[in-house]
């Protein structure tokens, strides 16, 4: 699985910004998809998590703020970020949790793309 996501930007505060994330390859299913972030000298967290059946997980942080949303025949998520803070600035990295199987066997597997870096002046 590879994931190839877009739309960082400089935003100033307040701003919105909507990052997209689309998986490609054969042979596995998509189970979740969606964000982490790292900021400078700070470990990387959760941001959002939508899972195929819709099922999501938010950061406190960014709850009220962003959504996550997805496009499952596409194997597509989408990050809406508004009313953007400078505490948000981070690389957004998309992540992937997709199975695969092996005859009655399967596996699950944790997929991560590049980062995005977002950025929000104040």
């Known amino acids: 699985v590879q994931l190839q996501a877009s739309g960082g930007g400089l935003v100033q505060a307040g701003g919105t910004l909507k990052l997209s994330c689309a998986a490609s390859g054969s042979g596995f299913t998509i189970n979740s998809m969606g964000w982490y972030r790292q900021a400078p000298g700070k470990q990387r967290e959760l941001v959002a998590t939508?899972?195929?059946?819709?099922?999501?997980n938010r950061a406190d942080s960014v709850k009220g703020r962003f959504s996550i949303s997805r496009d499952n025949a596409k194997n597509t998520a989408f990050l809406q970020m508004n009313s953007l803070e400078p505490e948000d600035t981070a690389v957004y990295y998309c992540t992937a949790k997709a199975v695969k199987w092996y005859g009655s066997i399967i596996r699950e597997y944790d997929y991560w793309g590049q980062g995005t870096l977002v950025t929000v002046s104040s």
């Open positions: 939508m899972t195929t059946n819709g099922r999501t």
